[in-house]
């Protein structure tokens, strides 16, 4: 029995050291392949690299805001289309306010998506911090 178990440890040993051995292997490989195919043809190291990918995908999430909120805008547009058009046909009091209200929310959705356009070129052009937080803060009560 003792040799049993001290075989099942052994092997437990060396299924952990395989598998750290692999994961270094598998490591160095993919910084291998980095560097041949980044770094030495760009000259860029694989930090830059990866702020730059960052950078974008911090620069594409108020870009899709943006188009979210002209989507928004669009919809807000044809509901008040279709709501001037009943009011045309039926005088009502209550028609009058629901034709203002989605008035409101599509100007309040399109100035929604000018900030969040407006965001995504401040990232871009690194405009001051204090602008781009005063952006964020107005494309919130539009919101």
């Known amino acids: 029995m003792a040799a049993l178990g001290h075989t099942a440890a052994g092997a437990t040993t060396l299924q952990r050291t395989s598998l750290r051995s ?24 694989v930090e830059r ?4 990918i960052g950078r974008g995908l911090t620069t594409l999430l108020p ?18 289309r279709d709501e001037h058009d009943t ?6 009091k209550f028609l009058r306010v629901s034709l203002f209200l989605f008035c409101v929310a599509g100007v309040a959705d399109l100035l ?4 969040h356009f407006w965001l995504a070129y401040g990232l871009l052009m ?4 204090h ?3 005063f952006t964020e803060q107005l494309s919130m009560c539009c919101a």
């Open 63 to 80: 870009i899709l805001g943006g188009v979210f909120s002209f989507y928004l805008f669009r919809s807000d547009y044809k509901r008040w």
């Open 22 to 45: 692999t994961e270094r292997i598998v490591e160095r490989g993919g910084e291998a392949v980095i560097e041949r195919t980044c770094q030495r043809p760009l000259r860029v190291s």
């Open 131 to 133: 602008v781009m937080i």
């Open 126 to 129: 690194k405009l001051r911090h």
């Open 49 to 52: 690299i990866t702020i730059r």
């Open 87 to 92: 009011t045309l046909l039926d005088r009502k």
């Open 112 to 115: 929604d998506a000018f900030l």
